[in-house]
């Protein structure tokens, strides 16, 4: 709709840009995938997911049909080789490949647990003190949600974030790019938005417990509070670009961290 | 479509990722608006255009309805409050307010050069070198293709390239982020790619001719060649993100610099 042209003039004119559509619709294209126990949804500019969407249950967590060592990390084949973040891009880069997903979520099937192992659920992780600790103990923490509340929904991607530059006191983003040629960036931050729902203790409510977490992607001290990361979600939505939670009542929402103790255990 | 998971396991698990689209779908989301000489597709994490797509022609440039001492300078009110780009964001920036559609292309009416004025179609830009220099010769040689094609059509828009760090050989993405809070990103480089049809001498052709350039958001020196900066469109698509004239048979795409000297005229 172009109503405030006249109409006169773009008629004499002769334009119509929507004509280049004929070509392609340039995009950018968003590669959503359902994988079982996740919906990733991919960011072809920078090789990584935009999000990772997971739900876990009581029932989902307490199976045990999948073993680790029986998946192997592979290419995402359903995005164009041009966009695709490859496994050579990885190698020698100093980065773990960091699920969004994590595997230990997948145990009730084989085939979820090993489509965690997509490269649309990855992203570059540093893994000493991040990825392989308080990452994983953030995790954890989110499948132990499942003693307390019947459904968890965990939303979680990479952050872009500016730094105030100390000598000149202006802000910029700065994050490496690997692969050879540079290929998949490597996010500064990782979000993590947790939605519980259905309280296993109580009546029965259709409202639920939101919290989020902004953590950098460095090292981390087992010390630092958990609580110390949280952060509204309309400054997460602010950093990320997506809308979060905008459908549902602000009357049915609460703060999961005044339900439960929100704390990393080691 | 889960097609990969065991039926069983799929519901002993009790999960379905989906549900959490009841809260609202968290996007990205990319808020198009068709302005009459241009659409713009807009970026809700760095503040600024995605892309935008002009079309210009021989009769559209030849009309005078329009004056820019008549336009100003206007927030997309379209856009949430939570991603809009501000005035107050470039106030004492340093940095331009840069056209990506330029209001020199949409002269045929006010309205038309007004709806240029929108801060979606506005990036930070180096002004002196770039966008009150080089960058704008460019916008006339684009617009000068309407001499010798009935029908021009340019996709323009930001990028945020890598670089060479010479200390440790690493490449990254560095930008600066403007704005207090910090809020619209300055872009590291920008792209046009031109596509031009109806040659105005010889036969009717449903051929096109494509030319892609990226340019740095520097001053740029009016010495430099304008085909120091030609890359190929396949190049163009790995840096954006998008998929450019792929619905097109190659067949019927020429290279545009080997029809016109593809040179600035300052
Ligand atoms: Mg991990
Ligand atoms: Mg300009």
Chains 1, 2 share one sequence.
């Not at 953030?138 to 499942?146: K, P, S, V």
């Not at 490496?176 to 029965?204: D, Q, R």
């Not at 981390?220 to 997506?242: C, H, M, Q, W, Y």
Request: proline share 7%.
């Amino acid at each position: 709709v172009v109503s405030n042209i006249k109409g006169e003039h773009l008629v004499s004119a002769k334009i119509n840009p929507n004509g280049f559509f004929k070509y392609g619709f340039p995009g950018p294209k968003h590669d959503l995938q359902n994988r079982g126990e996740f919906i990733s949804c991919y960011d072809r500019q920078t090789r990584n997911p935009y999000w990772v969407l997971e739900h876990m249950t009581p029932e989902s967590l307490s199976m045990r049909n999948a073993d680790r060592k029986n998946s192997y990390f592979k290419e995402d084949e359903a995005i164009p080789d041009t966009f695709r973040a490859m496994l050579k891009d990885y190698f020698r880069s100093g980065y773990d490949r960091g699920h969004l997903a994590a595997a230990a979520d997948a145990k009730f099937s084989q085939e979820a647990m090993d489509n965690t192992f997509y490269l649309t659920n990855m992203c570059p992780q540093v893994g000493q003190g991040f990825n392989r600790d308080y990452w994983a103990h953030l995790e954890f923490f989110c499948r132990d949600l499942t003693k307390k509340y019947g459904s968890v929904r965990v939303l979680t991607g990479p952050l872009y974030l500016p730094k105030k530059d100390p000598t000149d006191g202006k802000y910029r983003v700065s994050y490496e790019v690997v692969g050879n040629p540079p290929n998949i960036a490597v996010p500064t931050h990782f979000f993590k938005l947790i939605v519980t729902e259905k309280p296993l203790i109580g009546s029965n409510t259709d409202t639920i417990s939101v919290a989020a977490f902004v953590l950098p992607n460095e090292p981390i001290s087992n010390e630092t509070k958990l609580t110390d990361f949280e952060i509204p979600v309309d400054a997460l939505e602010r950093s990320t670009g997506l809308e979060l939670l905008r459908a549902y009542p602000t009357n049915k929402k609460k703060a999961l961290c005044k339900e439960v103790n929100c704390q990393i255990v080691v």
